[in-house]
């Protein structure tokens, strides 16, 4: 938790204990913006997914301490709010003074609710949908019935894929794929995400545009070869009776060809491509960056996380650091070295004594209050990639690195451009007009710029 857990707060509320939202008497145009905003996701509650929320930065830095602070604002103007909790990390519990389930539990008296989510439950689901549609499709002749899930260990990386899964069913990116939502399922306008860390966060961000180029690999393989042209049609059955199991999918001959594209048009346009919009969307998606400002390794790992983030197709809205009167000589520098994002403080949170959370709200400050609740995040974004045909270069914002960092390289007969910077590869298609090979590239204003011959 960091340096955010060093403040002792004092006792008492500032919210009418009679009234289910609160008010804010010294930022009433706040709250009408917040009431506004509640409105706005409660009539579209039904035909829009929630919202997802999350906190990336350095270790220490108050991530978590983050997360609970939005949740319990955003509980507080009357949004439904869920915050999911993926790790055994007992903070978030102490500092809300109850325990998280594997389930949703009430938290207070208010809309809020907390989850853990433990890969080692979450993993009894997939392997039971896929029994159920093996049960119809009668593929594995009952081998795979005898799998005892309770008997499963969770394998390094299944942590992220199962958690998609279950951000998924809360969220609804993607909408209409299964027809089993329960309603617990469609009860939350926003989602706060508290993760097993950073990179495992933004890995989750950027897997729907990195799964595409693999499912394309996948079917080259599967038509171009003997064993893929036996196999590959079996096991997408099963893979397509799995993702809708109350759906009538068809066990009849078909062809691999017309497999695969029933798999493509599900998987690609349904899918992958729905997640990987739902990132880059202020209005679905809300991604913040959490510092200590006074340590100087905590802003530059921000700064770089800022940059991964890009890398991974996200929408960074803002970055937050601790309130502390020791801080306020250096705020103007964050503020310079984040620009154009907006940074705002939020309060400390002691682990020297029982929250109370009307207290640490009313320590929010107004401009907290309006990066979380500004839909487009800080109003004052930069483009990640910007196209000039008249110059024929593009330039790619990338904070927190340098050129040495920066790997360039271009593919398919010069209509693509393959960015490998901070662990993350990102391909840039070009448009029609700038089609050609790279002459050159700087680095300048955390920009590279790429010229194009």
Not at 20 to 34: A, K, L, Y
Not at 114 to 133: F, G, I, N, Q, Y
Not at 165 to 173: P, S, V
Not at 336 to 358: C, Y
Request: charged share 25%; proline share 4%; aromatic share 8%.
């Amino acid at each position: 938790m960091g340096s955010l857990l060093n403040y002792n707060l004092s006792l008492g509320s500032c919210f009418k204990s009679s009234s289910i939202t609160p008010t804010f008497p010294d930022t009433r145009g706040i709250w009408r913006n917040d009431q506004k905003w509640r409105k706005f996701y409660k009539v579209r509650a039904e035909e829009k997914p929630a919202k997802l929320v999350t906190f990336i930065g350095k270790g220490g830095a108050g991530k978590t301490a983050c997360a609970l602070i939005a949740a319990q604002y955003y509980s507080r103007t009357g949004l439904r709010t869920c915050l999911v909790i993926q790790s055994q990390d007992p903070t978030a519990e102490y500092l809300l003074g109850q325990k998280i389930g594997t389930t949703p539990t009430p938290i207070g008296n208010g809309t809020l609710q907390a989850v853990r989510l433990e890969s080692t439950k979450m993993l009894l689901e997939p392997l039971h949908r896929l029994k159920k549609a093996d049960a119809r499709l009668n593929l594995s002749q009952g081998v795979l019935d005898e799998v005892v899930g309770e008997e499963l260990g969770v394998l390094p990386g299944m942590d992220s894929i199962l958690a998609v899964g279950a951000l998924e069913r809360l969220i609804q990116f993607i909408g209409g794929t299964r027809s089993d939502t329960k309603e617990l399922d469609r009860k939350f306008d926003m989602i706060i995400y508290d993760g097993i860390s950073s990179e495992e966060t933004l890995r989750m961000v950027g897997a729907a545009e990195r799964s595409r180029w693999y499912m394309r690999y996948l079917r080259n393989l599967a038509e171009k070869t003997d064993t893929g042209r036996v196999t590959a049609p079996s096991f997408l059955k099963l893979a397509e009776a799995s993702l809708k199991p109350d759906s009538t999918v068809d066990s009849g001959w078909r062809t691999a060809a017309e497999i695969w594209d029933t798999a493509d048009n599900m998987l690609e346009k349904r899918i992958l491509q729905k997640g990987s919009r739902a990132f880059a969307d202020p209005l679905k998606f809300s991604c913040y960056l959490v510092m200590d400002p006074s340590n100087c390794m905590s802003v530059n790992a921000a700064l770089r996380y800022w940059g991964c983030a890009i890398q991974a197709g996200a929408h960074v809205s803002g970055a937050f650091y601790p309130a502390s009167p020791s801080h306020r000589s250096i705020n103007m520098s964050i503020d310079d070295t984040f620009f154009p994002l907006v940074t705002a403080s939020v309060p400390f949170l002691s682990m020297d004594s029982t929250i109370n959370w009307d207290i640490a709200l009313k320590d929010l400050n107004a401009d907290a209050k309006k990066l979380l609740t500004m839909n487009n995040g800080s109003g004052r974004s930069i483009s990640p990639v910007t196209f000039d045909q008249t110059k024929k270069t593009v330039t790619l914002f990338l904070p927190g690195f340098d050129k040495s960092e920066i790997k360039l390289s271009q593919w398919r007969g010069g209509s693509e451009l393959l960015v490998e910077s901070g662990d993350q590869r990102r391909v840039i298609t070009l448009p029609s007009k700038m089609l050609g090979k790279v002459a050159g590239a700087k680095f300048e204003n955390r920009s590279l710029v790429i010229t194009l011959k």
